[in-house]
């Protein structure tokens, strides 16, 4: 028997505002969409807790015995720079800047965006299809709603009429918005513009002959509005309703919103059974933005090159620090919350280490069956990440005092917690153990914290030879030390 037979697993459903209890189409199998990255750029810290967060969900999915189609796509086209289909393609505009080939683009920061999260541990989705790889799929869509009448062409172009979608269905039934009100706070169409509602959107737009990125369709040659894409590789990949999509909460407006209408005006039937957002990251309670220089990006952290964090941190110590908060609550990244999370981190590494050690028993002072349910609970409960770190901790105190002698453990139930233990900590939360190549960095770090306390007594001591030493050394090691008045810092090049 499957272990989702007798967990029941509740979810928070964006679309109904509620938790409902979750019930895949076909049984044992689920199918899951994730709008993945706009590959223009280094992925951001906060992109990496949106996919962090569906990582886990798929690990808890397939721990449970489900047979998951998971699907992230790469937008390699049609996202402008404006949601209001102004201005021009995300990944057209870089190419223009850096003088290169859009596709020249795409593959810089797709590998940029797979060796981050290799880093991170997490685990490839089923499928990672491209905007560009699914035109055609595209173009048959917008025939489909335009026959039915839910769109309209204007030299060119292809716009989804909202208010006639309105008329048969409701648009903005995700984000909670009325059209009525939408319409009403919405600035009058300029002349030029080409919609007939401001709230209309692009299926389709023509291009013209500076446009780098275009192809032929029976509206002439053109490239795909943004929210098309993920409509066209759903419904090719997990068929026209499935279980669940996801994405930042960023994105449930417009991008969300549009989808569903364009899958209805299409299908007449809705997408998706339940819908998940993550929350936002932020940095010292402040948003995250390269404009005002509150942004980190991972590789930075990793490193230790940036002018935020005193130390670098493992990407392990950083998956840890995001799996202490729900992923529908704002985490906030700090200096401190990062030191505190790697300390956390590294006791829960001791203690499993620990653990395989330990002397057993006649019997056991832990009730490990009802721990174990709590552990699962937690999961059950919206995936729960924080109770269930929570409770791995209830699971580190036991175990330290059973190596103290104050509580004995049976050989049974010693096996049984090191299967789950070790089930929650590496295959659903996705933390790598310390003899894992990500955390080759955390060795490093330790070894770099000690020689920073000795040259800190060499100091006190007057014995500058060998604490310039130790510097000097360190530096023609790719490691700098910096010192300021909370201390030494240091990065890894
Ligand atoms: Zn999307």
Redesign the pocket.
């Known amino acids: 028997m499957q272990l989702y037979q007798n967990q029941h697993l509740k979810i928070y459903n964006s679309l109904s505002g509620k938790k409902e209890t979750f019930k895949p189409i076909n049984e044992g199998h689920i199918g899951m969409y994730v709008?993945g990255p706009t590959v223009y750029s280094n992925v951001h810290l906060g992109n990496c807790r949106t996919f962090m967060s569906f990582d886990m969900i798929f690990r808890y999915f397939k721990h449970l015995g489900y047979k998951v189609r998971y699907v992230r796509?790469i937008t390699d086209a049609g996202h402008l720079v404006d949601d209001a289909d102004d201005g021009e393609d995300k990944i057209a505009r870089k190419a223009r800047l850096e003088q290169l080939e859009p596709m020249e683009v795409v593959q810089r920061y797709t590998v940029d965006f797979h060796t981050i999260l290799q880093k991170f541990n997490f685990l490839p989705p089923s499928i990672e299809p491209t905007a560009t790889g699914h035109i055609i799929e595209q173009i048959e869509i917008i025939k489909d709603i335009l026959e039915k009448g839910f769109a309209y062409e204007v030299n060119g172009s292809v716009y989804f009429d909202v208010v006639k979608f309105n008329e048969d269905y409701a648009y903005g039934k995700l984000s909670g918005r009325k059209l009525e009100d939408m319409i009403s706070n919405t600035r009058e169409l300029t002349a030029q513009n080409e919609k007939k509602s401001p709230q209309d959107f692009a299926l389709w737009k023509k291009a013209g002959p500076e446009h780098i990125m275009q192809w032929p369709s029976p509206w002439g040659d053109g490239f795909p509005g943004w929210h098309l894409e993920?409509t066209a590789m759903s419904t090719k990949y997990l068929g026209e309703t499935f279980d669940i999509h996801g994405?930042g909460m960023d994105?449930k407006f417009p991008?969300h919103e549009c989808?569903i209408a364009q899958s209805e005006a299409s299908t007449g039937q809705s997408p998706v059974n339940y819908w998940l957002h993550t929350n936002m990251l932020t940095m010292n309670g402040k948003k995250m933005a390269k404009s005002t220089g509150n942004n980190i990006l991972p590789g930075e952290i990793f490193s230790g090159e940036n002018k935020i964090l005193s130390k670098p941190f493992s990407p392990s110590a950083i998956r840890f620090f995001m799996m202490q908060a729900h992923y529908t609550s704002i985490l906030d990244l700090s200096n401190d919350a990062l030191l505190a999370s790697e300390k956390g981190y590294h006791r829960l590494m001791e203690a499993l280490d620990v653990l395989d050690n330990l002397e057993t028993g006649k019997s056991s002072e832990f009730n490990i069956e009802k721990w174990k349910q709590e552990c699962y609970d937690a999961m059950n409960d919206d995936f729960n990440t924080p109770i269930l770190i929570a409770k791995m901790f209830d699971a580190v105190k036991h175990i330290n005092l059973i190596k103290e002698g104050k509580e004995s453990i049976s050989p049974q139930d010693k096996e049984a917690l090191q299967t789950i233990l070790h089930a929650f900590v590496f295959d659903v939360i996705g933390l790598e153990g310390k003899n894992e190549g990500a955390t080759g960095s955390d060795k490093l770090s330790g070894i770099v914290e000690l020689l920073i306390q000795l040259r800190k007594e060499a100091r006190e001591n007057k014995d500058f030879g060998t604490s310039d030493k130790i510097r000097d050394q360190l530096a023609t090691m790719g490691i700098q030390l910096k010192d300021g008045k909370d201390g030494t810092a240091f990065s890894i090049s």
Do not use: D, K, M
């Open positions: 709008c796509n993920c994405g994105l991008h989808e």
